[in-house]
C-alpha cells in the first residue's frame, strides 16, 4: 500500500513556525502601500482532491477535458467514490484517452435515469465505466441520513432501475464497464455494512447477462480497507483513492484493447 507522498507534517492543517525577533525601542510610523490587481479564483491542486466537497464545483474531477482527436473517448459515471478517483484516472491515461466524467455526483440510479442522456451528450463514446450503489443503499429519516429510516430503494426496485441505465448505455455502441459498489463500514452514517454486497450480487448478474465486464472494487480494495478508508465512512482518503484510481486506469486500458480481456 502506497502513502501519500506529500504528508510533510505530524500535525495536519498546522504551519511551521518560527520565534520572531523583539521589537526595537522605537517603531517607525507604518508605511501602507495599495496595489490595484485582479483578482482570480485559484483552482484546487489535485493533491488536496480529497479534501474538497466532492459536490464543490470547484473540485479538479470536474475540469473540463480537452480531446485530442487521435485518443478514444472514455466517460466515468459514479458517485462521490468515482470523483475521488477521477484525477488519478485522468493523469495515469493522460497521452492514452480523452478522459471525462459526469459533471456531478451521479448519485443514485433513480437521479442516474433523470440525467443519462445529459451526461451522454451528442458526441460518440469509446468507452463507459459506470457505477451505481452506494446512494440506492442510504437509509433517511426526517431528510436526514439515518440507519432507523427507511432504505430510499429496494434491491428489486435497484435492480430495475439499473436495468433501464443498462439498456440506454448499450445504445450508446460504447464499450461498457461495470464497477461493483465498495465496501460500507460499521458506523458509516445512513447505511448497513452487507447492503452493498446485496446490490452487487444483483448488478453482477444482470452485467453477466448482457456481456458486460466487471471492474470488481469491492474485492480490490477490501484488503486495504484499514489504510485507504476513512474511519466510520464509505469515502476514502487520498491514497485510497489512488490505489482505485490506478485499478480503474489498467481496466480501462485492457478495456480499450482490439480484443479485450479483465
Known amino acids: 500500500f502506497d502513502v501519500p507522498e506529500d504528508v510533510t507534517t505530524d500535525r495536519p492543517g498546522q504551519m511551521n513556525c518560527f520565534r520572531c525577533p523583539e521589537p526595537p525601542d522605537s517603531?517607525?510610523?507604518?508605511?501602507?502601500?495599495?496595489?490595484?490587481?485582479?483578482i482570480r479564483h485559484a483552482l484546487p491542486s489535485p493533491h488536496t482532491m480529497n479534501s474538497i466537497s466532492a459536490d464543490d464545483p470547484l473540485h479538479p474531477a470536474y475540469l473540463p477535458t480537452e480531446d485530442r482527436p487521435d485518443l478514444p473517448r472514455v466517460l466515468l459515471i459514479g458517485d462521490s467514490i468515482s470523483i475521488g478517483y477521477t484525477v488519478p484516472v485522468r493523469e495515469i491515461l493522460?497521452?492514452?484517452?480523452n478522459l471525462h466524467r459526469v459533471p456531478e455526483n451521479g448519485r443514485d440510479t433513480e437521479h442516474g435515469l433523470k440525467q443519462l442522456d445529459a451526461w451522454l451528450g451528442e458526441k460518440p463514446w469509446?468507452?463507459?465505466?459506470?457505477n451505481f450503489g452506494l446512494h440506492d443503499i442510504r437509509h433517511v429519516k426526517d431528510d436526514r441520513m439515518d440507519i432507523s429510516g427507511?432504505?430510499?430503494r429496494s434491491a428489486a426496485e435497484y435492480g430495475q432501475n439499473l436495468t433501464r441505465i443498462l439498456d440506454r448505455l448499450r445504445r450508446t455502441g460504447a464499450r461498457l464497464v461495470f464497477a461493483t459498489t465498495t465496501p460500507?463500514?460499521?458506523?458509516?452514517?445512513?447505511?448497513?455494512?452487507?447492503?452493498?454486497i446485496e446490490c452487487n450480487a444483483i448488478a453482477?448478474?444482470?452485467?453477466?447477462?448482457?456481456?458486460?465486464?466487471?471492474?470488481?472494487?469491492h474485492a480490490f480494495i477490501?484488503?486495504?480497507?484499514?489504510?485507504?478508508?476513512?474511519?466510520?465512512?464509505?469515502h476514502f482518503n487520498e491514497a485510497g483513492s489512488r490505489l482505485l484510481g490506478r485499478k480503474v486506469a489498467r481496466i480501462i486500458v485492457r478495456a480499450l484493447r482490439p480484443n479485450p480481456s479483465l
Do not use: W
Open 27 to 38: 517603531v517607525p510610523e507604518p508605511i501602507v502601500l495599495f496595489f490595484s490587481c485582479p
Open 94 to 97: 493522460k497521452g492514452t484517452a
Open 126 to 130: 469509446n468507452l463507459i465505466h459506470f
Open 150 to 152: 427507511l432504505r430510499i
Open 184 to 196: 460500507v463500514p460499521d458506523g458509516a452514517d445512513g447505511r448497513r455494512p452487507g447492503d452493498e
Open 204 to 217: 453482477i448478474d444482470l452485467m453477466a447477462s448482457a456481456g458486460v465486464p466487471i471492474n470488481d472494487l
Open 222 to 234: 477490501t484488503p486495504y480497507l484499514a489504510e485507504a478508508q476513512n474511519p466510520r465512512n464509505v
